[in-house]
């Protein structure tokens, strides 16, 4: 059974740094294709994606918010870390952390409940 | 472009057919992800790369792409599909992923 579960502040003051573990279970992050990584979803609003970080190290962030983040491993640990810099309240949101596989589009089969971050 | 836009919102009567539509650039190169998300729930994986539905997922569920337009078909809508629908593909680089704006679905 694959579980990923979300931990990390649920309220950070604007400007500062927000950190967010993922950690999962139920598969490796060592596996050829496999890539976990961040969705968020300001309260009423869509989906958005975050940041991606897959089996090879590889890392790709969202454009517009790539000087703010940095995305780790460690895969011994099955935990992914997720920073974001210089918070601001148009950060609230729930933030998902989600695995992915399968396709070159990396569709997301596990998702994480989801934790709620407000900037305030 | 690195954007995907879907129709706000769409309705359909209990068990007719809807078809929800994501119209992008890259979608002429990308297969198209959807996911489903009902109210305080998160989302989950309903089609992915070229009409693959996960375990689990009702064969009413399909997809179809014809250029810059994918589409989501519900065969026989039924009153547990209303939700909100989400697509999701790389942009137009490649490098980066993106979702749609959501349509929300209203069973009749």
């Known amino acids: 059974q694959i579980t990923l579960k979300e931990s990390g502040p649920t309220l950070v003051k604007p400007t500062q740094t927000l950190t967010l573990t993922c950690s999962f279970s139920?598969?490796?992050?060592?596996?050829?294709?496999?890539?976990v990584g961040w969705i968020r979803q300001p309260p009423g609003k869509a989906l958005e994606w975050v940041s991606l970080?897959?089996?090879?190290?590889?890392?790709r962030y969202r454009p517009s918010l790539k000087s703010r983040l940095t995305i780790t491993k460690d895969t011994s640990k099955n935990q992914v870390v997720l920073t974001m810099t210089n918070m601001d309240p148009v950060d609230t949101a729930t933030y998902y952390c989600?695995?992915?596989?399968?396709?070159?589009?990396?569709?997301?089969?596990?998702w994480g409940q989801g934790i709620l971050v407000t900037v305030s | 472009s690195s954007e995907l836009t879907q129709d706000p919102a769409v309705s359909v009567a209990l068990g007719q057919t809807v078809k929800i539509t994501c119209h992008g650039d890259?979608?002429?190169?990308?297969?198209t992800n959807w996911y489903q998300q009902k109210p305080g729930q998160a989302p989950v994986l309903v089609i992915y790369?070229?009409?693959n539905r996960p375990s689990g997922i009702p064969d009413r569920f399909s997809d179809s792409n014809s250029g810059n337009t994918a589409s989501l078909t519900i065969t026989g809508a039924q009153a547990e599909d209303e939700a909100d629908y989400y697509c999701?593909?790389?942009?137009?680089?490649?490098?980066?992923?993106?979702f749609g704006g959501g349509t929300k679905l209203t069973v009749l």
């Open positions: 139920g598969f490796s992050l060592s596996t050829i294709g496999m890539g």
């Open positions: 999701s593909s790389r942009d137009t680089s490649g490098d980066h992923l993106i």
């Open positions: 890259s979608l002429t190169s990308y297969y």
């Open positions: 970080i897959y089996w090879d190290d590889d890392k």
């Open positions: 790369a070229k009409n």
């Open positions: 989600v695995r992915g596989s399968g396709s070159y589009t990396l569709p997301f089969h596990n």
